[in-house]
């Protein structure tokens, strides 16, 4: 790879871990494309090297890639639930994750900006949106993934803080079953 394909790789790493837990946003080389603005044949050189690397699954069938690791793993992170005012449509919660400082961290405002412009848009439209930041919580650290995806699903920090991860589980289940 040259110096450019290699900064390129860089940047799909540390994209690894925007969407490792966003819902229905796989690693691909059509995603990597389009994020980064490469050619086809670019992208796909960074897919096989993730893969190689470990970073993503490999290619079976017509499934999805996962993300296995990113390059923050293993280092402790801060969650945080940002709720931004999309002023074209409405308002919407992201999750986003870290090394911030605080709340008041600005890289914040920039990760929460990214999580919401990169997240599942079919029902509105998301060129050139503009967000603005209303209000960031600092999620406990005892939060499962089952809590995040149910704060993701719309449920307030404050109904599910006290769910054991049982019960967290339970409730995904439930919604998936009713879909």
């Given at each position: 790879m040259n110096d450019l394909e290699e900064e390129q790789y860089q940047k799909a790493v540390e994209f690894l871990a925007v969407i490792k837990d966003?819902?229905?946003t796989y690693p691909s080389v059509s995603l990597f494309s389009r994020k980064f603005r490469i050619g086809y044949t670019t992208a796909a050189r960074i897919v096989e090297r993730l893969e190689k690397e470990g970073y993503i699954s490999e290619f079976v069938g017509g499934k999805p890639r996962q993300v296995l690791k990113t390059k923050l793993e293993g280092k402790p992170m801060k969650k945080f639930e940002v709720e931004l005012s999309i002023t074209k449509t409405?308002?919407?919660?992201?999750i986003v994750e870290g090394e911030f400082k605080d709340k008041s961290d600005l890289s914040i405002d920039k990760a929460a900006k990214y999580a919401a412009d990169n997240m599942n848009h079919e029902h509105w439209d998301y060129n050139n949106t503009e967000f603005e930041i209303n209000?960031?919580?600092?999620?406990p650290a005892n939060l499962s993934s089952d809590h995040i995806d149910?704060?993701?699903?719309g449920y307030s920090l404050d109904v599910i803080k006290d769910y054991s991860e049982e019960d967290a589980r339970a409730e995904l289940d439930a919604i998936a079953s009713s879909l």
């Open positions: 966003l819902p229905f409405f308002t919407t919660k992201v209000d960031v919580k600092e999620l149910l704060l993701r699903c």
